[in-house]
């Protein structure tokens, strides 16, 4: 599992942003689990984690021993599974949480051998997870993966999944108003990176005080910490869970 470092700072992660009840109630788990997958919204809720969350397990698999092509084929049919069964069962003993929930179940499923080899017949040819630029992206790091159990690479792969879609959501709202290029520096600034430009040099390229860009940055970093918390937010049953998630994330990060 690659480590990915550049995604985040832990500095950057932390922070207080609310994210209050009206913004949680139109979450992708909590939908799912108030419909028990029975309503199309549900189902296309429970599809987008799907496709938003399938890393992690691939992760899994492939430390179980799966070969890459097996691997491929074990993960679209765990999630094709997934999806037409819709049990949810598992959630209440996992704390609501989808983290738990998907790595529960994915043991119980490689441990099922008849559903297992059922499921994978099943996945055959489905696309819905979305592994076809998987071996050019997979970039695992050999001696790391190495000192990681199966269940500490499921966690990193997930951690670092959370925050791809934090900056892809960030990237989008900046590529929205027109403003890429000065997304890319501030993203230069928030994750601590070698050679990161000044906020004098910053100031200078986009015709702004220093004292402009300060506060920029600023607004820039507040609007990622809202975002993580709103992402964890879709993962989660219970408002009172994101916090614990988020202390969950920065720990799998920090090790």
């Not at 799966?66 to 003993?93: H, W």
């Not at 992402?231 to 408002?239: D, F, L, N, R």
Request: contains cysteine.
């Amino acid at each position: 599992m690659a480590a990915q470092d550049d995604l985040t700072s832990l500095t950057a992660i932390g922070g207080s942003a609310d994210l209050g009840p009206a913004a949680f109630t139109t979450t992708h788990w909590s939908v799912v689990l108030e419909a028990q997958g029975e309503s199309a919204a549900a189902q296309e809720a429970l599809e987008k984690l799907c496709r938003t969350y399938w890393r992690p397990i691939y992760g899994f698999v492939r430390r179980q021993g799966a070969g890459p092509e097996e691997a491929e084929d074990l993960t679209q049919g765990f999630f094709a599974l997934l999806l037409e069964r819709k049990d949810l069962n598992t959630v209440r003993k996992e704390k609501g949480r989808l983290r738990s929930y998907l790595l529960t179940s994915v043991k119980h499923f490689l441990a099922d051998e008849a559903r297992h080899a059922m499921a994978v017949k099943r996945g055959k040819g489905q696309r819905l997870i979305p592994l076809d630029d998987i071996r050019e992206r997979e970039r695992i790091d050999v001696e790391r993966s190495d000192r990681l159990t199966a269940d500490q690479i499921y966690d990193r792969g997930w951690a670092f999944t959370v925050l791809e879609q934090v900056m892809a959501r960030l990237r989008d709202e900046y590529r929205s108003a027109g403003n890429v290029r000065f997304f890319e520096q501030m993203k230069k600034m928030l994750m601590d990176e070698p050679g990161r430009p000044s906020q004098a040099a910053i100031a200078s390229e986009f015709d702004m005080t220093e004292n402009a860009v300060k506060q920029a940055f600023f607004r820039f970093r507040q609007r990622y910490q809202a975002l993580l918390r709103e992402e964890i937010a879709h993962t989660v049953a219970m408002p009172s869970d994101i916090e614990d998630e988020l202390r969950h994330l920065i720990a799998v990060v920090r090790a």
